[in-house]
Nanobody
Framework: QLQLVESGGGLVQPGGSLRLSCVAS????????IGWFRQAPGKEREGVSCISSSSGRTNYADSVKGRFTISRDNAKNTVYLQMNSLKPEDTAVYYCAAVRQSLLTVQAIVQTMCVGVNYWGQGTQVTVSS
């Protein structure tokens, strides 16, 4: 069974930090770019960050630049999202997603924030509140 499982969400005060993890099972992430998306109540899902399979390319939404860092450990089949200086507007369900990539498509995939998802995770709730 092919799946992505997120963890690490929770309740945190403004200014705090969380690290989300996304673990793949049933397939390896070596040939996939991975994106983090989020959806707040009443809003559309938005791309937060995207990383190429080799970690050579990354992209961030303007709203999280300088605060969030995406990374991956292909040996562990895991991708991370380190979130610092959290704000109430970061409250959302966070999803990871895998996009199959090739040498020809990797730049376009990362620049478009991982458009063209092949697999989605089930999501993890992040709540930033005092």
């Amino acid at each position: 069974q092919l799946q992505l499982v997120e963890s690490g969400g929770g309740l945190v005060q403004p200014g705090g930090s969380l690290r989300l993890s996304c673990v793949a099972s049933g397939f390896t992430l070596d040939n996939y770019a991975i994106g983090w998306f989020r959806q707040a109540p009443g809003k559309e899902r938005e791309g937060v960050s995207c990383i190429s399979s080799s970690s050579g390319r990354t992209n961030y939404a303007d709203s999280v630049k300088g605060r969030f860092t995406i990374s991956r450990d292909n040996a562990k089949n895991t991708v991370y999202l380190q979130m610092n200086s959290l704000k109430p507007e970061d409250t959302a369900v966070y999803y990871c997603a895998a996009v199959r990539q090739s040498l020809l498509t990797v730049q376009a995939i990362v620049q478009t924030m991982c458009v063209g998802v092949n697999y989605w995770g089930q999501g993890t709730q992040v709540t930033v509140s005092s």
